[in-house]
């Protein structure tokens, strides 16, 4: 297998997306891995996925990655079938995931650090979307294989005071941490964005991009801050905009070594997310208007 860039591990979900209006889409390919890639290669043509699904994932979905550009790596142990989730907005644009099939089976079934490819062990960066309890692990092995990069995001379920130990012990271990605003306020019962990043900071991360939906990103490194604003797009469907954010953010901060431009990179990413449903076509088109969106967000 060809060495990559930029890789996420995850299992991937067919979405099944109930909009507020009563509108739905079904059959939607999905999952926070699926997602965080195809943000990342909205910047470069080197990005993987190690992923696991069921043998009956539909090969239109499994067609979707070859066309994009996006290598697709299956782990050894597979839930069976494919995990399904339904995706339901509220017109805040908060959302609820309900497992349609084992929610168990999902999380046990995660591909482990033996389905990393050799090849991409040196990867510039990876992002891990893992259980609080398992990201040392992993952040452990990928730094000793040399990887610079590794942005951390848990599941929304791992945002409970019960587990800030948790917390506490991977942030160190990562370059960059990516929350989003309500689960962070949940997980440390502080609703300021300020202080929520200041807290995060305090546990041992250098960079936090906290994710606040239609009111962008707040990144903050130990000496400094940045509000980065949402890109000003027609929002279809929002689904998988924070974990393509994240995507962006992973490639915009290894090429550039600036919290800043990650954050750029990665409204720039979500914005191609939400602009219809499931995921964005990656065409010969996509990187000028990428730079274009970039631009036109570092004049905002």
């Given at each position: 297998m060809l060495p990559i860039d930029f890789a996420a591990i995850a299992g991937l979900i067919i979405d099944d997306i109930v909009l507020p209006t009563g509108e739905t889409r079904m059959g939607v390919p999905g999952g926070s891995g699926t997602h965080s890639v195809w943000g990342m290669r909205i910047w470069s043509d080197s990005v993987g996925l190690i992923a696991s699904y069921g043998v009956d994932c539909p090969q239109e979905i499994l067609a979707s990655f070859d066309q994009a550009g996006i290598a697709l790596h299956r782990a050894r142990a597979n839930p069976e079938p494919t995990p399904r989730c339904w995706q339901v907005f509220e017109f805040n644009q908060h959302r609820t995931e309900i497992f349609r099939t084992s929610e168990a089976d999902f999380y046990r079934l995660q591909p482990t650090t033996a389905d990393i490819p050799a090849d991409w062990q040196n990867a510039a960066g990876f992002h891990l979307l893992h259980e609080t309890k398992d990201i040392p692990e992993y952040a452990r092995f990928l730094r000793a294989g040399g990887v610079g990069y590794l942005l951390a995001e848990p599941p929304p379920t791992d945002f409970t005071p019960g587990r800030l130990d948790e917390f506490a012990a991977f942030l160190p271990l990562v370059a960059i941490f990516s929350p989003n605003w309500e689960?962070?306020?949940?997980?440390?019962?502080?609703?300021?964005?300020?202080?929520?990043?200041?807290?995060?900071?305090?546990?041992?991360?250098?960079?936090?991009?906290?994710?606040?939906?239609e009111a962008g990103s707040l990144v903050a490194a130990r000496e400094r801050r940045w509000r980065i604003p949402a890109v000003a797009v027609p929002a279809v469907d929002v689904t998988g905009a924070g974990n393509s954010y994240c995507g962006g953010f992973l490639v915009g901060y290894a090429q550039t070594g600036d919290p800043r431009?990650?954050?750029?990179?990665?409204?720039?990413?979500?914005?191609?997310?939400?602009?219809?449903?499931?995921?964005?076509?990656?065409?010969?088109?996509?990187?000028?208007?990428?730079?274009?969106?970039?631009?036109?967000?570092?004049?905002?």
């Open positions: 689960e962070s306020a949940q997980l440390l019962g502080i609703d300021n964005p300020d202080a929520i990043v200041a807290r995060f900071l305090e546990m041992g991360v250098p960079v936090v991009a906290l994710r606040m939906g431009m990650g954050g750029l990179y990665g409204a720039v990413s979500a914005s191609f997310t939400i602009e219809q449903f499931g995921l964005p076509t990656i065409d010969q088109t996509t990187t000028a208007r990428a730079k274009q969106r970039l631009v036109d967000l570092q004049q905002v």
